[in-house]
């Protein structure tokens, strides 16, 4: 929601909003949505509580234009990010004349109507609401589907996939008390924000976060060396794990003819000669070999020359803190889409995947010479 998202339009009572990193935009038209996100709170001590809140019930839309009234979509749908993309909330007769009747000649940055709400969510008074980040989000819930009940349908499945993934393994990685006692590397994963608007924020990849909690962890155990962080990154590997491209049935063109992943198959290592992707040569060997001993398929993927290549935060944190790293995914359908698709035995493979890696790196590692 904009900072100020109070918007009226022909009878209908809308939401001012910013659309955020490259979406499918299209694919938002239609939809049931709603909005979750982070509230400050007053706490009536001069203080201030940050609130997480979820509205379950579809309280908005962004309604397309019928057919009868532009014929040209039958050939292309074309739509303005600013105007277009605006969702409606209520209509002006029924949030004017029902029983939210406050809203009358109240001058505010929002719609009371829509503060009233999120007030009654975090069982508060509108006047504690100081400010707030939320987003719209389709409520229809993930669902497994396919004839054979082998795809996952749901929202934010890039990268929730790997998030998921990478929090799993590592707990399986544990599920031996000792086993964590027994390493002699320290087993970490990181979850980032705003990787798909550049990572340059205070919760991206790109900031001193991933470095300063190396920094923490190293002290914490360090035995007094100066240059104790610098051999802790000398020893240490980092799988970036992103969703890739899937090949799609139905433009099978658009990916290079021997690099084709397929959902069900396992998790892809990604490779780009112009190091839009970090795997290298021995970082895609430890992987693989980590894989092939515990029975896990690997597939590979590389973007046809003659099309753009996307990027993670593989080749930025490798850059920045001279780490070795390695680049895969799980393969993805509809990328980007309110609604995206992956396979089902591809996050069971993944989370293995993980798990033996934290479990077995060290030991592999120590049988590696790179010159």
């Known amino acids: 929601l904009k900072p100020v998202s109070k918007k009226t339009s022909s009878g209908f009572l809308q939401v001012g909003v910013q659309v955020y990193g490259g979406g499918l935009w299209h694919t938002w038209f239609d939809r049931d949505l709603s909005i979750a996100g982070r509230v400050m709170v007053r706490d009536g001590a001069g203080g ?72 009654k969510e975090l069982s508060v008074e509108v006047a504690d609401i100081a400010d707030f980040e939320l987003c719209l989000y389709d409520t229809q819930k993930a669902t497994i589907g396919g004839i054979c009940n082998e795809f996952i349908y749901a929202s934010r499945l890039d990268n929730l996939n790997s998030s998921y993934c990478a929090v799993e393994g590592l707990i399986n990685s544990l599920s031996d008390e000792s086993a964590a006692a027994e390493d002699s590397h320290v087993r970490m994963i990181a979850l980032f924000d705003n990787e798909e608007v550049g990572s340059t924020s205070a919760y991206g990849a790109n900031s001193a976060l991933i470095e300063s909690a190396i920094r923490r962890i190293q002290s914490s155990c360090s035995n007094g060396s100066a240059t104790a962080f610098e051999e802790s990154i000398a020893n240490s590997f980092m799988i970036s794990s992103d969703v890739t491209h899937a090949v799609h049935p139905n433009y099978s063109e658009k990916h290079e003819e021997n690099h084709r992943p397929e959902l069900q198959k396992g998790p892809s290592i990604k490779v780009n000669a112009n190091q839009s992707y970090a795997t290298t040569s021995v970082t895609s060997t430890i992987l693989k070999d980590i894989a092939k001993r515990n029975g896990i398929p690997i597939q590979e993927f590389v973007v046809r020359n003659d099309s753009p290549c996307g990027s993670t935060i593989g080749p930025m944190l490798s850059a920045q803190l001279g780490l070795r790293t390695v680049d895969m995914g799980n393969p993805l359908l509809s990328m980007h889409s309110i609604r995206e698709v992956c396979g089902t035995d591809d996050v069971g493979l993944c989370v293995k995947l993980f798990e033996h890696f934290f479990e077995e790196f060290a030991g592999l590692d120590a049988k590696i010479t790179v010159d």
């Open 48 to 119: 201030y509580d940050s609130r997480l809140v979820s509205i379950q019930d579809p309280i908005m839309r962004i309604p397309s234009l019928a057919i009868h009234l532009d014929r040209s979509v039958r050939e292309s749908f074309t739509y303005n990010k600013e105007t277009h993309l605006t969702p409606i909330l209520a209509t002006v007769a029924k949030a004017l004349n029902g029983d939210n009747a406050s809203d009358k000649n109240i001058k505010c940055a929002h719609h009371p109507i829509l503060l009233d709400r999120i007030a």
